[in-house]
T-cell receptor, first 114, second 110 residues
Framework: DSGVTQTPKHLITATGQRVTLRCSPR?????VYWYQQSLDQGLQFLIQ???????AKGNILERFSAQQFPDLHSELNLSSLELGDSALYFC?????????????FGPGTRLTVT | GDSVTQMEGPVTLSEEAFLTINCTYTATGYPSLFWYVQYPGEGLQLLLK?????DKGSNKGFEATYRKETTSFHLEKGSVQVSDSAVYFCALIYGQNFVFGPGTRLSVLP
């Protein structure tokens, strides 16, 4: 158990809908990362927050947005969903921001868009 | 941009065989390098890391050495076990770049 929790575990929704994925980092971790894992694209970095502020942006679509709240939990919002958005979404956290720090991954949320 | 290339597998070995999973990278600077492992139905777990050239990371019998001259970070284990069956990801982190390889699926047969 990494200490990172993600809810829900599974989500099934229809095209065009909007969903929110939630992540609680390990106690004391200030940095939260979001990744998308799909069969054709592998593991893609989406976005990083550090202590409530956006720190880095990867391959995140404009239909997707995220935020980190004062209690450090984070939410990833996916809107106007398409079939291709079906994937595993992982959240990870680390103590601080920096390339040598280990990221601890949550168990993921499996999103299925029908 | 920064990238990671690794053998995609699947790799199938017998128990106690020697394992090598190749990983090479392209980076504009001097990244930190990581191997993560993903067991079925779980998130990724850090296996080992190296933050500068010639560093050797090791954990649970796995080793990898940061080779700047060949831009490589190959994963090795002398004697694999059935419990090592998983997907292994090579990754680099440099600044605000977080890049993972495609993963290599390893199956170890008894």
């Amino acid at each position: 158990d990494s200490g990172v929790t993600q809810t829900p575990k599974h989500l099934i929704t229809a095209t065009g809908q909007r969903v929110t994925l939630r992540c609680s980092p390990r106690s004391g971790d200030l940095s939260v990362y979001w990744y998308q894992q799909s069969l054709d694209q592998g593991l893609q970095f989406l976005i990083q927050y550090y202590n409530g502020e956006e720190r880095a942006k990867g391959n995140i679509l404009e239909r997707f947005s995220a935020q980190q709240f004062p209690d450090l939990h984070s939410e990833l919002n996916l809107s106007s969903l398409e079939l291709g958005d079906s994937a595993l979404y992982f959240c990870a956290s680390s103590t601080t921001s920096g390339s040598s720090y280990e990221q601890y991954f949550g168990p993921g949320t499996r999103l299925t868009v029908t | 941009g920064d990238s990671v290339t690794q053998m995609e597998g699947p790799v199938t070995l017998s128990e106690e065989a020697f394992l090598t999973i190749n990983c090479t990278y392209t980076a504009t600077g001097y990244p930190s390098l990581f191997w993560y492992v993903q067991y079925p139905g779980e998130g990724l777990q850090l296996l080992l890391k190296a933050t500068k050239a010639d560093d050797k990371g090791s954990n649970k019998g796995f080793e990898a050495t940061y080779r700047k001259e060949t831009t490589s970070f190959h994963l090795e284990k002398g004697s694999v076990q059935v419990s090592d069956s998983a997907v292994y990801f090579c990754a680099l982190i440099y600044g605000q770049n977080f890049v993972f390889g495609p993963g290599t699926r390893l199956s170890v047969l008894p």
